[in-house]
């Protein structure tokens, strides 16, 4: 026969192991749960160090991030007070959202679904003849607002300066002659710019001579030269061509705005037929129907 103290001391161990299992059980749960750090309480939410982690931006240094995080907890805390007041003060029939967001997902879906056409299917690549077409026929949308020029222009020191030599060089449209005067500007001049092969507001180039007082009017830019010198500089503009406020803006200087216009109305067409695409598919398929109920009928 066992005796009973044996029994008593074989349950005492059971019932210790029983107790260690548990305990390792419960500090495993404890180790496996994440750490999370409270911010800010309002009523029964709470924000989390884990959560406003989340949406950190990248790049900010340590102080910058808790200043951050700081202005993050503060609109926290405000955003969650109003809802709060705005939750007591209410009635139930203002609270009731169910019909605002079920109208602002469908526009939502719509919204993306019409983006996701474009990316996948719009063509945004505009032909030149288009431009053309567009420039030709809507002339009256491109007349100037401020004179526009092509030119080149040199800041040289007085003393190595060459005026005539100079002159000489801008006017030789020939390969040989751009390439010689690049030459000269790259060796003598403080500073030198070709913008002959694009249009420029005649304002910001004249900007660039020490005589604030040279008007860009026609008589200035008809003379091709406009020359100044100060402080032991020569100051050289060459006019190679020009266009005045009011005249009809080059096509080069317009066609990336054309370029603009004409793909926001391709955009806009496609929308467009993309509503009517669905419209009639649904038609043909007899998605819907539409109740005549004129008369009482």
Not at 17 to 25: E, M, Q, S
Not at 134 to 160: G, R
Not at 179 to 206: I, T
Not at 251 to 280: C, H, M, S, T, W
Request: aromatic share 12%.
């Amino acid at each position: 026969m066992i005796s009973t103290t044996y029994m008593r001391w074989e349950n005492r161990d059971i019932y210790r192991l029983c107790c260690g299992i548990a305990v390792l059980f419960m500090l495993q749960s404890c180790w496996s749960r994440p750490k999370v750090t409270p911010l800010a309480e309002v009523g029964d939410r709470i924000l989390y160090l884990h959560e406003v982690e989340k949406v950190l931006p990248d790049g900010l240094s340590g102080s910058d991030s808790v200043t951050w995080v700081d202005n993050f907890v503060d609109k926290w805390v405000r955003n969650r007070l109003l809802i709060l007041q705005a939750e007591r003060n209410l009635s139930p029939e203002q609270k009731d959202l169910d019909e605002e967001l079920t109208e602002y997902r469908n526009r939502l879906l719509i919204y993306r679904y019409k983006n996701a056409m474009l990316e996948q299917k719009l063509d945004t690549v505009i032909p030149p003849d288009e431009i053309v077409a567009y420039y030709e026929a809507e002339q009256n949308e491109f007349l100037l607002k401020n004179s526009v020029l092509k030119a080149v222009y040199l800041k040289i020191p007085e003393e190595i300066a060459n005026p005539e030599a100079i002159k000489a060089l801008c006017q030789d449209e020939s390969q040989e002659g751009v390439s010689r005067l690049d030459e000269y500007g790259v060796k003598y001049a403080r500073a030198y710019d070709r913008f002959d092969n694009q249009w420029l507001p005649c304002a910001k180039v004249l900007s660039l001579l020490p005589d604030s007082t040279i008007a860009d009017d026609e008589k200035t830019l008809n003379k091709r030269f406009i020359e100044a010198s100060r402080d032991g500089y020569y100051y050289f503009v060459f006019v190679r061509s020009f266009r005045l406020k009011g005249q009809v803006s080059p096509l080069e200087y317009e066609e990336p705005n054309i370029k603009g216009i004409l793909l926001n109305k391709r955009r806009a067409q496609f929308l467009k037929n993309i509503e009517n695409d669905v419209y009639a598919e649904g038609v043909e398929s007899g998605k819907f129907k539409v109740y005549d109920i004129k008369d009482g009928k």
